[in-house]
């Protein structure tokens, strides 16, 4: 059986290289591929990175196709005046956010900002001054963009003080995806919402336009998936904004209709298309599904070899699926995957990717996920230490799964509940306990002196809390409970 488990995984493996191999002969022949943008979009709203590692990490996404740097301040741009208490208390200093477009521009990476200005604006609506601005009053998510203060007071404020420290950037992104509940308020329901998004989007974009000639604004595009060229056409978007088509399954259209595609590039004299190397398998993901994404990206490509009007290729990376979400994957363990992908997209293959990340000569690579990940905490580059910190963590959580099967007879909660258990059972185990016990104390500090060469103190405990502590207070508990249980010497007649 498990010669069979090897032959097939192995020969899903070559199918895979063959896969690879097949695209790059394509991909080579290819001239409008070479000319796209290759972006990749950092996520500042969890875990955002020390610009000391940004700085370590531009040099090799630029070496690997990388042309722009798509950036989601969120709340960790420093806002002033009105705005001030929008930032977050640990957010970047203009002296960083300078440092970061220094080092950007240094290794020929343009910088474009992503600023939210429909939906997702939980982290300006969830406060109290901005409370009035919401569309709905119980949900901080969208913005009424019937309200006469949503754009002077928020929208355009928020532009101005980015733009006036990316005084050099030819685009903004200002999101607009996943307006759940546009035209719900009172004001709003009596308006199509096909107007109301085209209103609100065409309003931000002559800003932008008029404000900052050369600029140009970038949209996500499902709130225009179910729009037809006649919608289009009346409402006039295709004249302010260029839309960023995003899809993360291996089969694009299945989520993106053939008729959306086909009016698009009727509508758009340019289009932009958007995969994922990491924030897109699941909200509590400690590693990004490899395979996934690389299928992903295959079939973006497959599709914008017919495309004249693709402009460039974003990979996201998102650090939190919303505001209020916990983390998922951290970008410093997202890097092989990030390369990955980006070789893909530049060069149509992967050969390389040992070289650029430092890794064995030897090194054999598979796209299954545990596996991908175990081969790369073994390599040199610019956060591999917390890659092999967070395999370390999945160990952690085998033994502790393991250490529940080996006591579940003799230490339950029934046994705990009635203090009824076997002391030699018991002490057979606690030994096996204090020792796991130390070495989850022992992980929580080195992987906490790891995690800070990369985020900040407050998002180390964060990411601790969520991923650690939880084992940690298991078996800490269990530990007590083992102890009160050893110290009962008589017990009482059954029935309990």
Same mark, same amino acid.
């Given at each position: 059986?498990?010669?069979?488990? =090897?032959?097939?995984?192995?020969?899903?493996?070559?199918?895979?290289?063959?896969?690879?191999?097949?695209?790059?002969?394509?991909?080579?022949?290819?001239?409008?591929?070479?000319?796209?943008?290759?972006?990749?979009?950092?996520?500042?709203?969890?875990?955002?990175?020390?610009?000391?590692?940004?700085?370590?990490?531009?040099?090799?996404?630029?070496?690997?196709?990388?042309?722009?740097?798509?950036?989601?301040?969120?709340?960790?741009?420093?806002?002033?005046?009105?705005?001030?208490?929008?930032?977050?208390?640990?957010?970047?200093?203009?002296?960083?956010?300078?440092?970061?477009?220094?080092?950007?521009?240094?290794?020929?990476?343009?910088?474009?900002?992503?600023?939210?200005?429909?939906?997702?604006?939980?982290?300006?609506?969830?406060?109290?001054?901005?409370?009035?601005?919401?569309?709905?009053?119980?949900? &901080?998510?969208?913005?009424?963009?019937?309200?006469?203060?949503?754009?002077?007071?928020?929208? %355009?404020?928020?532009?101005?003080?980015?733009?006036?420290?990316?005084?050099?950037?030819?685009?903004?992104?200002?999101?607009?995806?996943?307006?759940?509940?546009?035209?719900? =308020?009172?004001?709003?329901?009596?308006?199509?919402?096909?107007?109301?998004?085209?209103?609100?989007?065409?309003?931000?974009?002559?800003?932008?336009?008029?404000?900052?000639?050369?600029?140009?604004?970038?949209?996500?595009?499902?709130?225009?998936?179910?729009?037809?060229?006649?919608?289009?056409?009346?409402?006039?978007?295709?004249?302010?904004?260029?839309?960023?088509?995003?899809?993360?399954?291996?089969?694009?259209?299945?989520?993106?209709?053939?008729?959306?595609?086909?009016?698009?590039?009727?509508?758009?004299?340019?289009?932009?298309?958007?995969?994922?190397?990491?924030?897109?398998?699941?909200?509590?993901?400690?590693?990004?599904?490899?395979?996934?994404?690389?299928?992903?990206?295959?079939?973006?490509?497959?599709?914008?070899?017919?495309?004249?009007?693709?402009?460039?290729?974003?990979?996201?990376?998102?650090?939190?699926?919303?505001?209020?979400?916990?983390?998922?994957?951290?970008?410093?363990?997202?890097?092989?995957?990030?390369?990955?992908?980006?070789?893909?997209?530049?060069?149509?293959?992967?050969?390389?990717?040992?070289?650029?990340?430092?890794?064995?000569?030897?090194? %054999?690579?598979?796209?299954?996920?545990?596996?991908?990940?175990?081969?790369?905490?073994?390599?040199?580059? &610019?956060?591999?230490?917390?890659?092999?910190?967070?395999?370390?963590?999945?160990?952690?959580?085998?033994?502790?799964?393991?250490?529940?099967?080996?006591?579940?007879?003799?230490?339950?909660?029934?046994?705990?509940?009635?203090?009824?258990s076997s002391p030699m059972r018991i002490?057979q185990c606690l030994s096996e306990v204090?020792?796991?016990?130390?070495?989850?104390?022992?992980?929580?500090?080195?992987?906490?002196?790891?995690?800070?060469?990369?985020?900040?103190?407050?998002?180390?405990?964060?990411?601790?809390?969520?991923?650690?502590?939880?084992?940690?207070?298991?078996?800490?508990?269990?530990?007590?409970?083992?102890?009160?249980?050893?110290?009962?010497?008589?017990?009482?007649?059954?029935?309990?």
């Amino acid at each position: 059986i498990n010669f069979l488990r =090897c032959s097939v995984k192995m020969a899903l493996n070559m199918q895979q290289q063959i896969t690879i191999a097949a695209w790059a002969i394509t991909y080579a022949n290819d001239r409008e591929a070479a000319r796209r943008a290759r972006l990749v979009h950092l996520d500042f709203k969890g875990a955002p990175p020390r610009i000391r590692y940004l700085e370590k990490l531009f040099p090799l996404i630029a070496a690997a196709g990388a042309t722009a740097i798509l950036v989601e301040y969120e709340d960790m741009f420093p806002y002033e005046g009105s705005l001030a208490n929008v930032s977050a208390r640990n957010a970047y200093s203009k002296s960083e956010i300078y440092a970061l477009i220094s080092a950007a521009k240094l290794n020929n990476l343009q910088v474009i900002p992503l600023i939210q200005t429909f939906g997702h604006l939980e982290f300006v609506l969830k406060l109290p001054e901005f409370k009035h601005l919401r569309e709905l009053p119980s949900f &901080p998510q969208e913005l009424c963009p019937l309200n006469p203060k949503s754009l002077d007071s928020l929208v %355009y404020e928020m532009l101005k003080q980015v733009m006036m420290l990316h005084s050099t950037s030819k685009y903004m992104h200002i999101g607009c995806d996943e307006v759940y509940h546009m035209g719900a =308020c009172s004001k709003c329901s009596h308006v199509d919402t096909k107007e109301l998004f085209a209103n609100h989007v065409a309003s931000i974009s002559r800003f932008i336009r008029e404000s900052y000639p050369g600029v140009t604004p970038l949209i996500w595009d499902d709130m225009l998936r179910r729009w037809s060229p006649a919608d289009h056409a009346k409402w006039g978007l295709g004249e302010l904004v260029e839309p960023v088509v995003w899809v993360y399954a291996d089969d694009i259209h299945s989520l993106l209709p053939h008729f959306a595609w086909h009016a698009y590039r009727r509508t758009f004299s340019h289009i932009w298309t958007a995969g994922a190397y990491k924030g897109a398998s699941g909200e509590t993901a400690l590693v990004p599904e490899v395979q996934k994404h690389h299928l992903n990206t295959v079939s973006w490509l497959s599709i914008m070899k017919n495309c004249s009007g693709c402009k460039g290729y974003i990979l996201t990376g998102w650090s939190r699926y919303d505001h209020f979400a916990v983390l998922c994957e951290l970008l410093p363990v997202s890097v092989p995957s990030l390369i990955h992908n980006l070789l893909l997209a530049s060069r149509g293959d992967t050969h390389h990717i040992p070289k650029f990340l430092n890794c064995p000569q030897s090194m %054999y690579i598979s796209l299954d996920s545990k596996s991908f990940h175990s081969q790369f905490s073994k390599c040199n580059f &610019p956060g591999s230490d917390a890659l092999l910190a967070i395999n370390n963590l999945s160990v952690l959580k085998s033994m502790v799964k393991e250490l529940r099967k080996k006591t579940g007879g003799w230490i339950s909660s029934y046994n705990i509940r009635y203090n009824f258990s076997s002391p030699m059972r018991i002490l057979q185990c606690l030994s096996e306990v204090t020792q796991l016990s130390r070495e989850i104390t022992a992980y929580r500090d080195k992987t906490e002196n790891v995690l800070l060469e990369y985020i900040d103190s407050f998002s180390v405990s964060e990411w601790l809390e969520q991923r650690l502590q939880p084992l940690q207070d298991e078996i800490i508990a269990l530990e007590q409970s083992m102890q009160n249980l050893m110290d009962k010497d008589t017990w009482p007649r059954r029935p309990l």
